[in-house]
């Protein structure tokens, strides 16, 4: 199945704010408020950190956000800290295929 | 405290089987649905299988239909995945994730993940 459209890289000086895409079609992240992110540190399990493409789950810091414009969702870390620096997916609910999305995945660098 | 505890991997040759498990605490297990995704070396995240509370429901991607078998102990607090026929492009960390309490895929907890490696 066909995977979501994220950058493959961004980067950011500390303090400033980055915004990661994540583009599909209107069977999965047009479609549906069932976008969630990830954050994925070197050697660790993937954290949720987005779900229904804006709510943050309990502990997640608010410099994290999600928001959505028809197909594409999108990411914001603002106040860049050097602890950002990950992988970071989203994902989506599909009717194309069968239940889940990822995107490929965006390594974000701070410089 | 939740905990998902991933198991079972290892070095399999091509066509081998291999059953990984997930063993969960801190968490009414049979509440929550859960999904096995996984991540090849170098590679994104990729989702492999969703199984319901009552397994009733099951999902599977095509790249691993009709190979792989998801199923789940409730008694046993357990999700297991039987992986037959295997490929080296199966190479990769295995990691079952508990979908949160979002209609959607939300998987909010997920175990440290098993290394499977398919090579002869």
């Known amino acids: 199945q066909s995977a979501l459209t994220q950058p493959a890289s961004v980067s950011g000086s500390p303090g400033q704010s980055i915004t990661i895409s994540c583009t599909g079609t209107?069977?999965?992240?047009?479609?549906?408020?069932?976008v969630s992110w990830y954050q994925q540190h070197p050697g660790k399990a993937p954290k949720l950190i987005i779900y229904?493409?804006?709510k943050r789950p309990s502990g997640v810091s608010n410099r994290f956000s999600g928001s959505k414009s028809g197909n594409t969702a999108s990411l914001t870390i603002s106040g860049l800290q050097a602890e950002d620096e990950a992988d970071y997916y989203c994902?989506?609910?599909?009717?194309?295929?069968?239940?889940?999305?990822f995107g490929g995945g965006t390594k974000l660098t701070v410089l | 405290e939740v905990q998902l505890v991933d198991s079972g991997g290892g070095l399999i040759q091509p066509g081998g089987s291999l059953r990984l498990s997930c063993v969960a605490s801190g968490f009414t297990f049979r509440t929550y649905t859960m999904n096995w995704v996984r991540q090849a070396p170098g590679k994104g995240l990729e989702w492999l299988s969703y199984i319901s509370t009552s397994s009733n429901t099951i999902y599977y991607a095509d790249s691993v239909k009709g190979r792989f078998t998801i199923s789940r102990d409730n008694a046993k607090n357990s999700l297991y995945l039987q992986m037959n026929s295997l490929r080296a492009e199966d190479t990769a960390v295995y990691y079952c994730?508990?979908?949160?309490?979002?209609?959607?895929?939300?998987?909010?907890?997920w175990g440290q993940g098993t290394l499977v490696t398919v090579s002869s």
């Open positions: 209107s069977s999965d992240v047009g479609g549906y408020n069932y």
């Open positions: 229904d493409v804006t």
């Open positions: 994902n989506s609910y599909t009717t194309s295929t069968t239940y889940v999305v």
């Open positions: 994730a508990r979908d949160g309490n979002s209609y959607g895929p939300d998987f909010d907890y």
